[in-house]
């Protein structure tokens, strides 16, 4: 079946750096979602990108989809102690049906004043 | 308010005892999920639906039951069968596969 990985699994970075995540999936996907789920919380939508090598901006968060459709990778520019959380991508197989999302096992962010 | 509402918060099971988890949505989305958190760890799918009366199993149904009698609910039975039950279970919904929108999630502890 489907697999989405996720590197690196723990980030530990010093307030002001940079921090980039990266998400590959064993198959095509129609779309790639993000989500954050902070200590004790539930996961909550960041954004969904569809199109083949799009890049989308929120903030200090920028999201790329690889040309592929089988990557995707998060950057956050200048970390902020409110950016920890476990952050997750997530993803519908393309020959499959759009409501059956696998989720990556997420990377832990830790921002440390 | 529009939302998922999941309750109990956390439950203390005892071993050999089924434990029911409900999960209500006032969304209207066609689609409900259950997935399973451990401790640092991603989120595993347990069953979805895509419409009432119907359910599939995911990656780790064994132990788990549930039912969709109704659009807006999706309970979870965790049965004595499930022989490590400790978890953080979270249940979610979408409409036309697009965002999933997820409840607090409940913790259950077998004691």
């Known amino acids: 079946g489907q697999q989405v990985m996720q590197i690196p699994q723990y980030q530990h970075v010093q307030e002001g750096e940079d921090f980039t995540t990266y998400c590959n999936s064993s198959t095509t996907l129609s779309n790639i979602q993000w989500y954050k789920q902070r200590p004790g919380g539930h996961p909550v939508f960041l954004i969904q990108l569809v199109k083949s090598g799009e890049v989308k901006k929120q903030k200090r968060l920028t999201f790329q989809f690889g040309e592929a459709k089988k990557n995707s990778s998060l950057h956050i520019t200048a970390t902020q102690t409110t950016d920890v959380g476990t952050y997750f991508c997530a993803g519908p197989e393309a020959s499959g049906s759009a409501r059956q999302l696998t989720f990556g096992s997420g990377t832990q962010l830790t921002v440390l004043p | 308010d529009g939302g998922i509402t999941q309750s109990p918060k956390y439950l203390f099971r005892k071993e050999g005892q089924n434990v029911t988890l409900s999960c209500e949505q006032n969304l209207n989305h066609d689609a409900m999920y259950w997935y399973r958190q451990d401790p640092g760890q991603g989120l595993r799918l347990i069953y979805y639906s895509q419409i009432v009366n119907d359910f599939q199993k995911g990656d780790i149904a064994e132990g788990y039951s549930v039912s969709r009698e109704k659009k807006e609910s999706f309970p979870l039975t965790v049965t004595s069968a499930q022989k490590n039950p400790t978890a953080f279970y979270l249940c979610?919904?979408?409409?036309?596969?697009?965002?999933?929108?997820f409840g607090e999630g409940s913790w259950l502890t077998v004691v």
């Open positions: 979610a919904s979408t409409w036309a596969g697009n965002t999933i929108y």
